[in-house]
């Protein structure tokens, strides 16, 4: 649906030059929710602004539904721009519009006639949930009313892809769960392609199929946003995957703790508590377990636990060999040291 | 004193229908010139959708240049043009062209430094859904930026009266013609405050109806 080939970005002034986005690739297949992630600054919105030519790339290819947006004509990249929804963290609405006529613009502006461009921006209002605004003012309305205005305004022309700039940036958790649902109710009944950019991994867990983590005009990893999640690569998308998933154990605990402590992931269809029961029936040591966490990413659990094992440090070796083979994921957080510190500490 | 008032009434009656005239035709003329032309020298600027650096250059040259020349010194530097124009250089009709042409660059300015309030997303998501330049002047500009149009006119208006009477003083006719006539020629007291009267009435009424209007027409 959308691909990006080598995409570069260089802002030039007198001075120096600044690379916005780095011979960026990417490719995004129809009817998906495409998340883009990373630290403001990473070049995320510059690359998602380049998709519809709000900012011309330095060089690189964009191709939306095999059309080479790069080679069109000012009238026909309009004509263009009218299948390519976008919405923006700051809604963007006019103020001196009204709600249906903020949405009736985008009408306008593909030419339909007036009659038509009032029903069609109340049959959209109706969709976002918001027909009994119509008549109202942006300022008299809630962030999230505002955002689902502007949702309207980019449904308008019954675009094949939506592009969010940080859209559920600057609402509250409530809202932002609220407009998600919304983006994910269009994406399936539209069939709309969804690209979003966004600082919030929260977002990616709740709707994205796929996604990409960019870091200085580069995307430094992608894939699917469960592969993402269960088994981040990069540095940074580590960092970003434990805003969302955290499972620190206090420095303090592993310090105090006298067995050896484990951290396991279960992935895909894998039950955690089969695979620890098992465990402590078949070895002779005994299980704490410290911490425990299932997150569901695109309905898919992803689960982790922490446990502290004691007992004969031999066949706490074996266990944890054994869980080894069992699971994907099994990091041994400290060890034993009951072995090497012969004095029992205080407990 | 009422005796004075009667004998000067058909006067100043005159003379305030002249400057209705000259600063009337000065802001017909402001908004019919100089409107696009501050708004072609706002979508002409950096980063905006009709960005062209040598026409917001050349535009910008030219309002600059004419609003550097001091306003009495414009009347007389016009005397040519408007001789050429209409045949005279005295009366209220020949004045206001003088008017006219310090109003427009005037207003032009105006107009450009209202649009540049205009929250930069608001333009940018209409070029998001495809829209012409044309339709994004008329349909989202020209309506977001209308209360400060209305502002805008409203001291043109203003500055005009304080201009008509230098205008007056050259032959232009109006209530500055009046006053520097009777009051300064002639030390003739009562004339002079009447007029000045005449003319804190009409500011007055002036920056009250344009409050009220600019207010009138913003929404939200």
Avoid at chain 2, 98 to 119: C, H, K, N, T
């Amino acid at each position: 649906m959308i691909s990006i080939q080598e995409l570069s970005k260089i802002y030039t002034s007198k001075k120096k030059q600044v690379i916005g986005v780095d011979k960026v690739s990417l490719d995004i297949q129809e009817g998906e929710i495409y998340g883009i992630v990373g630290y403001s600054g990473a070049g995320k919105s510059t690359l998602l602004r380049c998709m519809n030519i709000l900012e011309r790339p330095t060089s690189g290819k964009v191709y939306i539904d095999d059309i080479d947006l790069l080679s069109l004509s000012k009238k026909d990249l309009r004509k263009a721009r009218q299948s390519i929804g976008m919405i923006f963290q700051g809604f963007h609405l006019a103020m001196g519009k009204t709600v249906l006529e903020n949405v009736a613009f985008a009408l306008k502006a593909a030419g339909k006639p007036k009659q038509e461009r009032n029903d069609r921006a109340r049959r959209l209002l109706e969709l976002v949930g918001l027909s009994d605004k119509a008549d109202q003012y942006p300022a008299q309305l809630s962030g999230g009313q505002k955002q689902r205005v502007s949702i309207a305004r980019a449904l308008a022309n019954d675009p094949k892809v939506l592009l969010c700039d940080e859209a559920t940036s600057a609402l509250d958790p409530n809202t932002t769960q609220s407009i998600l649902k919304l983006l994910k109710k269009i994406n399936r009944e539209l069939g709309l392609t969804i690209v979003l950019i966004t600082h919030e991994m929260e977002v990616v867990k709740e709707i994205c199929d796929r996604c990409a983590v960019m870091e200085e005009g580069k995307v430094v990893e992608q894939g699917a946003a469960y592969e993402i999640f269960a088994s981040p690569q990069n540095a940074l998308t580590k960092r970003f995957i434990r805003t969302v998933i955290d499972f620190h154990v206090p420095e303090e605990l592993l310090k105090k703790s006298r067995g050896t402590i484990v951290q396991m992931k279960f992935t895909g269809g894998q039950a955690g508590d089969t695979v620890v029961s098992d465990l402590l029936q078949n070895y002779k040591i005994k299980g704490n377990i410290l911490h425990g966490n299932v997150d569901y990413i695109q309905e898919k659990a992803l689960g982790t636990f922490v446990m502290e094992l004691t007992g004969d440090p031999q066949e706490v070796g074996r266990a944890v060999e054994s869980l080894k083979t069992i699971l994907d994921e099994v990091e041994v957080l400290n060890h034993d040291r009951s072995a090497d510190q012969p004095v029992a500490r205080a407990e | 004193m009422i005796d004075q008032l009667i004998n000067l009434w058909p006067e100043l009656n005159k003379s305030f229908m002249e400057t209705l005239i000259m600063v009337g035709i000065g802001l017909g003329v402001a908004v019919i010139a100089g409107l696009p032309l501050g708004l072609l020298l706002f979508v002409t600027d950096r980063d905006l959708f009709l960005e062209n650096k040598w026409i917001k250059g050349a535009v910008g040259i030219f309002v600059n240049l004419v609003r550097s020349i001091p306003f009495i010194i414009l009347l007389v530097f016009l005397f040519p043009f408007t001789n050429f124009l209409l045949g005279t250089t005295t009366g209220p009709i020949a004045a206001s062209v003088a008017l006219s042409a310090a109003a427009i660059p005037f207003y032009a300015r105006i107009v450009e430094s209202s649009a540049r309030d205009i929250d930069k997303g608001v333009i940018e998501a209409a070029i998001a859904c495809g829209a012409s330049p044309w339709l994004i002047i008329k349909d989202i500009i020209f309506p977001e930026i209308k209360p400060g149009l209305i502002s805008g006119l409203t001291i043109t208006a203003i500055s005009l009266i304080g201009y008509s009477a230098m205008a007056g003083a050259i032959g232009g006719g109006g209530i500055g013609d009046l006053a520097i006539r009777y009051g300064y020629y002639r030390y003739d007291n009562f004339v002079m405050f009447t007029t000045v009267i005449v003319l804190i009435v009409l500011v007055q009424v002036v920056q009250y109806a344009g409050d009220f209007l600019a207010k009138t027409v913003k929404k939200s």
